[in-house]
């Protein structure tokens, strides 16, 4: 029975993750949209810097850091993919 009860708290503790996620993922795609982030790759081939995807959304060089933040999470959600020389 105890080892019953442990799966079943393992089973909400995955839910509720993914849902946290889940709710990351969706603010990402909305700030991403905004930003019209997906226009600035296409217009640049398909593959941009940061610096350049900075200066292409006309940003402030202080919001890079969270430039990087929102994109590694577009990243790892799958959204985009990081080419060669990422950091």
Not at 18 to 42: C, E, T
């Amino acid at each position: 029975m105890a080892l019953a009860n442990s799966d079943g708290q393992l089973n909400a503790q995955v839910d509720l993750y993914r849902n946290a996620f889940a709710v990351i993922k969706g603010m990402a795609l909305k700030s991403a949209l905004d930003l019209r982030i997906a226009d600035a790759i296409d217009h640049h081939g398909g593959a941009i810097t940061l610096a350049q995807l900075a200066a292409d959304l006309t940003l402030h060089p202080s919001k890079i850091p969270c430039l990087r933040r929102l994109m590694r999470t577009l990243a790892i959600s799958g959204v985009f993919t990081v080419r060669g020389g990422a950091q």
